[in-house]
């Protein structure tokens, strides 16, 4: 249960990181979504680059 909580308000952060200008933290959302268990499609290239 806090699992979600905290990879649902990461996801949200991130959003609203996305949308404010010269706020990094979007990355936010890819965190949030590892958190819940939802793995991207390209998730192998990402974790390369960093």
């Known amino acids: 249960m806090l699992k979600k909580i ?24 890819i965190i949030g979504l590892g958190i819940l268990g939802f793995r991207m499609l390209f998730w192998e290239k990402i974790k390369k680059r960093v």
């Open 6 to 29: 905290i990879g649902v308000l990461a996801i949200i952060v991130g959003v609203l990181a996305l949308v404010t200008p010269f706020t990094p933290g979007a990355w936010l959302i």
